[in-house]
């Protein structure tokens, strides 16, 4: 009898077993696929074509309850929203989660992802979310202070206390979604929103500036030491001229320039949200990451925010909080090619959580998922921009519907090198090339110069499906013409065909063959504003 029950114990065990195991697998994870990282969501990868709500518009049920059909309206696959700190937990130890179960239930109904911004102890560099029971204990949750000694309206990110009640918030959140969200709608969780320190370059607190005066951590030390010319230039290019010292102060390893204590606040604020990470992922492990506001042209530490997840600090972060699973640029500046560029590289991918909407948008997202190998992409305030106006679909809206339809192909692409994307920034770009399977492709805008706005943006995506034919879609009129690659000058590529596809009644049907005055006599693709793919099979003679 006794064999019996430990069998009978055993089958269970192993069953139950094989049970959390499937659980588990449906989990949304990061995966690696070639140079590209994607988001797996119930088994598949998955493209965010998302929207950031207004800070204030998830607090309430009652508000949000006529926005999600707007959200609809766009095309939208993932809605990016933040949970507050102050609203989850009123009173300490005391949690209300109805909120968050709320815009869970709500987002199911819709057929909508969410990806939660956990604004805790830092929104924007002020700690203007945290609970009030929190904002009026300065004692027991010190904040950031300035030269004079003056207090900010800042947690300071070198107190105990302070991570020890942001981290027991946030994990208690992690829980509480684990348990109740068993179809997986939130996808991902977003920590903090834009930290770093404003107006000065450092917290000048007597816990700053004696750990300031103290020696670098030797967790930051190893890590700089062991990947010495592999890291970022502005940290690299520090680190060297101040000698390649092994040790020592701040000062003493990276130089006494302003820029030393952006190094330093982003060593504590990486250190403090590893540990905030760490007990949300033993909770439920969700992917998480922490969002960046750039640099403005010629701004210095405490100008900007100071100690940041910016791309010179990016290797301090991999350092101080390796729980971390990536870093994102929020990107409001016009050359949004060189800002997301420089958050892709090896095991960070690519997410924009905020940035323009509209046309600039539009063409943006076409350049993100083409040229980046983007997981998502989130214009903010996507609450107040419109959904289909009477003229037809917003320029937003139809591209999702493009992204949407192409997913699959994209998803299959990514990070196998038969994807590309271009994006001429501004009017007075008017041209743009790129090499790309075998083919040099030139994109000339369409009109004459001073037709269109100083902001208009032309984006396009290149997908190499077999050989010479590709799928080519994109925001904004334009014109491509196709040469051979350098190896062949000697030939001239020729457009054996371009077939039009369109949605119609919510399905998308090849429309028309365009061929010659449509494609200027085999010579030209003329890419409208609307919503299209165009499969294009070139040849070469």
């Known amino acids: ?39 797996i969501v119930d088994g598949k990868p998955f493209l965010v074509l998302g929207g950031e709500l207004r800070n204030s518009s998830a607090s309430s049920l009652s508000y949000m309850e006529p926005v999600w059909a707007q959200l609809t309206a766009q095309n939208l696959n993932t809605v990016l929203t933040p949970v507050s700190w102050e609203l989850i937990e009123p009173q300490e130890g005391r949690f209300d989660f109805d909120l968050v179960d709320g815009l869970i239930a709500g987002a199911q109904r819709h057929k909508l992802k969410l990806v939660l911004l956990w604004f805790g102890s830092w929104k924007n560099t002020y700690s203007s979310y945290v609970p009030e029971w ?8 010190p904040r950031v202070l300035l030269k004079d000694g003056r207090p900010t309206e800042r947690l300071t990110p070198l107190s105990p206390s302070n991570r020890r009640a942001d981290t027991k918030a946030f994990a208690a959140l992690m829980k509480h979604i684990g348990t109740v969200d068993t179809d997986r709608t939130v996808l991902m969780m977003q920590i903090e929103n834009e930290i770093g320190v404003i107006p000065e370059s450092r917290d000048f607190s007597p816990a700053a500036n004696a750990a300031f005066g103290s020696p670098v951590p030797e967790q930051l030390m190893t890590y700089v030491r062991t990947h010495g010319d592999r890291l970022e230039p502005e940290l690299h290019e520090a680190w060297v001229a101040a000698g390649r010292k092994t040790d020592g102060t701040w000062q003493d390893v990276f130089g006494t320039a302003p820029v030393t204590d952006d190094f330093f606040m982003a060593w504590h604020y990486a250190a403090y949200l590893d540990e905030v990470v760490a007990a949300g992922k033993a909770a439920y492990d969700l992917p998480m990451f922490t969002n960046a506001a750039l640099i403005r042209p010629n701004y210095l530490p405490g100008q900007y925010n100071s100690g940041g997840p910016l791309p010179h600090s990016m290797d301090i972060y991999r350092a101080g909080a390796p729980h971390l699973d990536f870093i994102s640029p929020d990107i409001y500046f016009p050359d949004f090619a060189y800002w997301a560029g420089r958050y892709r590289r090896e095991g960070n991918p690519v997410f924009v959580p905020e940035t323009y909407g509209g046309a600039e948008g539009a063409a943006n997202a076409f350049f993100a998922f083409g040229q980046l190998d983007a997981i998502g992409f989130s214009p903010f305030g996507i609450d ?11 320029p937003l809206a139809a591209a999702y519907t493009v992204l949407d339809h192409l997913a699959p192909a994209i998803l299959q692409k990514q ?13 007075e770009q008017r041209a743009g090339r790129i090499s790309f399977g075998g083919y040099d492709i030139t994109v000339n805008r369409a009109g004459a110069p001073g037709a269109t706005d100083a902001n208009s943006r032309i984006g396009i995506l290149f997908i190499q499906m077999d050989g010479d034919e590709f799928l080519i879609a994109g925001s904004g009129a334009s014109t491509l013409s196709f040469a051979p690659g350098a190896e062949e000058s000697r030939q001239t590529a020729g457009i054996a065909s371009i077939d039009e596809e369109v949605p119609v009644d919510g399905k998308w049907i090849r429309q028309r063959r365009l061929n010659g005055d449509e494609n200027g006599q085999g010579q030209v693709l003329r890419m409208s504003a609307g919503a299209a793919v165009y499969k294009v099979r070139l040849y070469r003679y």
């Open 1 to 39: 009898m006794k064999l019996l029950k430990c069998i009978f114990c055993l089958y269970l065990a192993g069953t139950c077993t094989g049970f959390a195991q499937s659980a588990a697998g449906k989990i949304p994870r990061l995966q690696k696929q070639g140079t590209a990282t994607q988001l």
């Open 134 to 141: 929190v904002k009026r204990d300065t004692k027991r949750f």
């Open 384 to 394: 107040r921009m419109p959904g289909a106006p009477s003229a037809g679909q917003s």
């Open 415 to 427: 990070g196998t090198g038969r994807m590309a994307g271009i994006v001429l920034e501004g009017s």
